[in-house]
């Protein structure tokens, strides 16, 4: 076999071969709370006040849950400190996913959601 023909052969192994992944035990629960802040969010933002569309958001760009809630805290719908709350319980929440901490976890999520009031 040629070079040529062994690095494509070696490609393609790679691939098709997926790498080892682990989902912790807490997975589940962190995408369940995700999805439900990420409605909370609409509903929040279908209730609020209404502010002009920013140049980021007429550059064709998809909105993510971090820009909304940015948004949102810039009308008053929801405060600075309830966004960047939320996003310290979801990263401690996931962190104590990847040490396989689930009551940590867990907390962790009970009060990203207690935040905004869920």
């Known amino acids: 076999m040629t070079t040529r023909a062994i690095l494509a052969l070696a490609a393609i192994i790679c691939a098709f071969c997926p790498a080892p992944s682990r ?18 969010l609409d509903a929040i933002a279908a209730r ?16 993510t849950p971090a820009t909304i809630a940015g948004a ?5 719908d929801v405060s600075d400190s309830q966004v960047q709350a939320v996003r310290t319980f979801m990263l401690e929440a996931r962190a104590a996913d990847d040490r396989g901490d689930t ?16």
């Open 23 to 40: 989902a912790g035990a807490c997975a589940n629960d962190l995408y369940q709370a995700e999805v439900a802040i990420n409605k909370e």
């Open 48 to 63: 609020g006040k209404a502010a002009a569309e920013s140049t980021f958001a007429t550059s064709h760009h998809q909105p």
């Open 72 to 76: 949102e805290a810039q009308v008053g």
């Open 103 to 118: 009551n940590g976890c867990e907390a962790a999520l009970v009060k990203a959601k207690k935040v905004l009031g869920m």
